[in-house]
């Protein structure tokens, strides 16, 4: 019986074979990964361009049959000297950097005392890593009943820690708790992911640099500093630049939570780009406001590698 690539190689026409034949290996290559470049340039390059583009005009795309006008540079002048905008920003880098600080902190934490091998280590592990498999909407809705005034677990455990009636305050209402609770829910949904990466570094390290430094007398504090903490410090860094870019872009859980409010105390730079485009539908605009978080972000994180292979060259 003929096996389907013979029988495949048979029935190519004879023109067709001689034209395969003469490829080089680097041509095939290039014909195998053509069609993935095609959809890679489809789904991300072309919008790209398309947003770029559309950020110089004043397009609707509530009135596609308006004219449209080029108005050049305006849009992202207009939202470079907004102070509303840079409010937004500010209340996202506060949220990226608090989120990332008590997420480091404490996934290299658990990290380190999960890395110390003692029974039932396993089923913690799983424990810990369950809120990471949560959707956001999920995680979105339950935090919001546990935030609930009247009967959420969170304003019952602060009554009985502070003595403040429970009903008296609300998590996500006014008072300035709102930004703090979504820093709360964040951090315990994806610190068990920095806490796998920062694990997967320091079983990484080799024993034997350990029982070296033993050897030399190294106390447990030395070897901490001087071998753990500069050997999982590239894993570490990695879980921080994928956590700092997804945190930029945060945008379903804080809705869920409270919407952006109260007032503007939690409006993301994400969340007012959404209102600029699909509220207002100022779509050109919000095709500047894009670009210019794009161009933030992308800014950032080139620096922020960087640095990152830096110090993996050490």
Not at 3 to 11: C, L
Not at 148 to 170: C, K, R
Not at 191 to 206: E, H
Not at 252 to 278: C, H, Q, W, Y
Request: include cysteine; charge should be positive.
């Amino acid at each position: 019986m003929t096996d389907p690539i013979t029988a495949a190689a048979r029935a190519t026409p004879a023109p067709v074979a001689r034209r395969i034949r003469g490829l080089s290996d680097r041509a095939i290559a290039w014909l195998f990964v053509a069609p993935t470049i095609f959809l890679l340039l489809a789904i991300n390059i072309f919008p790209l361009i398309w947003t770029i583009r559309l950020s110089f005009t004043n397009y609707a795309a509530n009135r596609p049959n308006r004219e449209v006008e080029w108005v050049g540079l305006r849009n992202y002048e207009r939202i470079l000297t907004d102070d509303g905008i840079w409010a937004n920003m500010q209340t996202t880098a506060h949220f990226l950097l608090w989120t990332l600080f008590f997420q480091v902190v404490i996934g290299f934490t658990l990290a380190w005392l999960i890395n110390r091998k003692f029974k039932g280590n396993d089923l913690l592990t799983t424990l810990i890593v369950l809120p990471m498999m949560l959707s956001p909407a999920v995680v979105g809705n339950f935090w919001t009943f546990l935030y609930q005034p009247q009967i959420g677990l969170v304003n019952y455990v602060v009554e009985l820690v502070t003595g403040i009636p429970a009903s008296s305050f609300s998590m996500l209402g006014p008072g300035g708790y709102a930004p703090w609770s979504i820093i709360i829910v964040d951090t315990w949904m994806w610190t068990p992911f920095v806490m796998l990466i920062c694990l997967a570094g320091l079983r990484s390290i080799p024993d034997y640099i350990y029982e070296a430094a033993e050897i030399d007398r190294a106390s447990k504090w030395r070897q901490f500093w001087t071998i753990t903490v500069p050997m999982v410090l590239p894993f570490l860094m990695l879980a921080v630049l994928f956590r700092g870019i997804e945190n930029f872009k945060m945008f379903d859980m804080v809705v869920l939570l409270t919407g952006g409010g109260p007032g503007n105390e939690t409006l993301l730079a994400s969340i007012d780009l959404k209102r600029e485009a699909f509220e207002k539908w100022r779509t050109g605009y919000s095709s500047a406001y894009a670009i210019i978080l794009f161009v933030t972000v992308f800014g950032l994180a080139s620096i922020y590698v960087k640095a990152l292979n830096k110090v993996k060259e050490r």
